[in-house]
């Protein structure tokens, strides 16, 4: 029962390089959303997806592009790494448009 | 817009003393609420959720009650355990639903001492 697998788990990167994070679900939800989460800002959301071929930006989407091409993935492409990307993200999915979130992970992300 | 503010933290019990962190809400109509829990090195897990006014969510001994004339969705435990440490998000969805995904408390950090 894997549910939302996230891949890396940990990451560093050098400023300036780029990077996709992989996000994956086996629970056929439609909704999937980014998240990064900072101390004392919770969690904000970055992009999100209402369906395969549509995606949004959230509320902080500066510097990251994501794309859904199937409805099991939802990667999330870091352009040009900088520091202020530093940061825990978390991907998730939801089955209904008021319903629950489904976690994964986390991938903890250090850009130096 | 729509937001959900909750007491900050952190906050240290002693085993088995009474926990109450403070969530309210600002929010057209009447969403879902939610409370997630993170433990150490993991993501979020819902821990407790209620639908409608009125309604009680619960779960591991946790409780909260959806009242729409306070607009609060406190969560509380009688006897909390050291293996409830974590931290603790109160959250509704995003523009009633219409995106599938959720606004975030800033988080609650709990830790209790033996």
């Known amino acids: 029962n894997a549910g939302v697998t996230q891949t890396p788990k940990f990451q560093v990167l050098k400023t300036g390089q780029s990077m996709t994070l992989q996000c994956a679900q086996d629970m056929n939800h439609e909704y999937m959303s980014w998240y990064r989460q900072d101390p004392g800002m919770g969690l904000r959301l970055i992009h999100y997806?209402?369906?395969?071929?549509?995606?949004d930006q959230g509320e902080v989407p500066n510097g990251y592009n994501v794309s859904r091409s199937t409805t099991e993935d939802f990667p999330l492409r870091l352009l040009s790494a900088a520091p202020s990307q530093t940061s825990v993200y978390f991907c998730?999915?939801?089955?209904?448009?008021?319903?629950?979130?489904?976690f994964g992970q986390g991938t903890r992300l250090t850009v130096v | 817009g729509d937001s959900v503010t909750q007491m900050e933290g952190p906050v240290t019990l002693s085993e088995e003393a009474f926990l109450t962190i403070n969530c309210t809400y600002t929010?057209?109509?009447?969403?879902?609420l939610f409370w997630y829990v993170q433990y150490p090195g993991e993501g979020l897990q819902l821990l407790l959720k209620?639908?409608?006014?009125?309604d009680k969510g619960s779960n591991k001994g946790f409780e909260a009650t959806y009242r729409k004339e306070t607009t609060s969705f406190h969560l509380e435990k009688g006897s909390v355990q050291v293996s409830d440490s974590a931290v603790y998000f109160c959250a509704l969805p995003f523009y009633g639903g219409s995106q599938g995904n959720l606004i975030f408390g800033k988080g609650t950090k709990l830790s209790v001492k033996p």
């Open positions: 209620a639908t409608k006014a009125d």
């Open positions: 997806s209402v369906g395969a071929g549509i995606t």
């Open positions: 929010a057209t109509g009447y969403p879902s």
């Open positions: 998730a999915s939801s089955y209904g448009r008021a319903a629950e979130a489904f």
